[in-house]
Nanobody
Framework: QVQLVESGGGLMQAGGSLRLSCAAS????????MGWYRQAPGKQRELVAT???????NYADSAKGRFTVSRDNAKNTVYLQMNSLKPEDTAVYYC?????????????WGQGTQVTVSS
């Protein structure tokens, strides 16, 4: 069974930094795009950042210049470095990966990690 496990969330004051990590485990032949989504109370889940297997990145406008997504293919891990945090960044952050396992490529989600930014 493939699973994604996030870590690194927590409470931070505005202007601070956090780094989220997400490791994929299980029977994995290859991983395509990986990334991060977030969902604030009362809002739909939204894309934050993605990164392809060869390192191409895509960011939400709200994340550009503050967040950096990266990955370690040898560790099947994706990271999100979040700097200059704002209260508006408060949300549950979900790791995403498109993974080829025993079946063809499918989409996987982590359990979510809470990020709370105080003013």
């Amino acid at each position: 069974q493939v699973q994604l496990v996030e870590s690194g969330g927590g409470l931070m004051q505005a202007g601070g930094s956090l780094r989220l990590s997400c490791a994929a485990s299980g029977t994995i032949f290859s991983i395509g795009v990986m990334g991060w989504y977030r969902q604030a109370p009362g809002k739909q889940r939204e894309l934050v950042a993605t990164i392809t297997s060869d390192g191409a990145t895509n960011y939400a406008d709200s994340a550009k210049g503050r967040f950096t997504v990266s990955r370690d293919n040898a560790k099947n891990t994706v990271y999100l470095q979040m700097n200059s945090l704002k209260p508006e960044d408060t949300a549950v952050y979900y790791c995403y990966a498109r993974i080829r396992g025993t079946t063809w490529y499918d989409n996987y989600w982590g359990q979510g990690t809470q990020v709370t930014v105080s003013s």
